[in-house]
């Protein structure tokens, strides 16, 4: 199971939110500097939203993830505002390894089928509040309940999802188990990452050693108040089996 830590961008600054909230944001650091911290401390991967994008609806900082691809050469899961064919081309180009997508999937007229064009660059986002998936910033609802999302996902040949509870995330609440584990159920063909609430590294363990399935975890305001070091995080999941990590659908940096 990965460890990934995540910089959100407001406003050229990195920051946390709580439950998505914008009005409820704390300043950490500047994202190009945070980004270049976690890979010292070993990250592979790093987990970048745009929220001034996810909230206007077009990517607003691919100028600060190119950066963060210069200084690091990490690995790159980014999401915020990628509605369109031509802002995931745009992601893409400016050094975006994996593109996450949420409201352009569960919201309109129909899922774009221009996703099928991008194997294995496009993670589908499940961000779930009180059993529906949330779009546009987790301002709105979909129509769609977890069976539905996954189903349509695995339609479009997606092969990995992003599954953040939108109650907890921010909250440092820790995380729902049994929440986690039912999804995970509904989705077996998929590698799944979580988000949301993670506060310890108990809580990392317990993740990687009570819910069957799980690819990789975020981590942000735990990471960024001192709750967690990422050191202690990876180490916490380092008992995991060559063989678990042989049949994890997420195998790339």
């Not at 309109?108 to 529906?132: H, N």
């Not at 921010?170 to 988000?195: I, K, R, W």
């Amino acid at each position: 199971m990965m460890v990934i830590p995540a910089v959100d961008i407001k406003d050229g600054r990195c920051v946390r939110l709580v439950r998505g909230r914008a009005d409820r944001a704390s300043v950490y650091a500047d994202p190009v500097e945070a980004a270049v911290n976690w890979c010292r401390q070993g990250a592979r991967r790093l987990h970048i939203v745009d929220l001034d994008g996810a909230f206007c609806g077009e990517p607003c900082n691919l100028d600060v993830v190119a950066r963060i691809k210069e200084a690091t050469g990490a690995k790159v899961q980014y999401g915020g505002g990628v509605r369109g064919e031509a802002s995931l081309a745009r992601a893409l180009e400016a050094g975006v390894d994996y593109v996450i997508m949420g409201s352009a999937l569960f919201s309109g007229d129909g899922p774009p089928q221009f996703v099928r064009d991008y194997p294995g660059r496009i993670i589908g986002s499940l961000d779930i509040l009180a059993g529906r998936v949330m779009i546009r910033g987790w301002t709105a609802a979909s129509g769609l309940g977890v069976t539905g999302a996954v189903r349509l996902l695995q339609d479009l040949e997606i092969e990995d999802i992003l599954l953040t509870d939108v109650s907890r995330d921010g909250t440092l609440q820790g995380p729902d188990l049994a929440f986690l584990q039912g999804v995970v159920e509904n989705c077996p063909s998929l590698g799944v990452m979580v988000a949301g609430g993670i506060a310890s590294v108990d809580d990392v363990r317990s993740i990687a050693e009570e819910v069957s399935g799980i690819a990789g975890v975020i981590l942000g305001k735990a990471l960024y108040t001192g709750r967690v070091t990422l050191e202690e995080a990876m180490r916490a999941v380092e008992g995991e089996s060559d063989a678990d990590e042989a049949d994890n659908t997420l195998s790339r940096c």
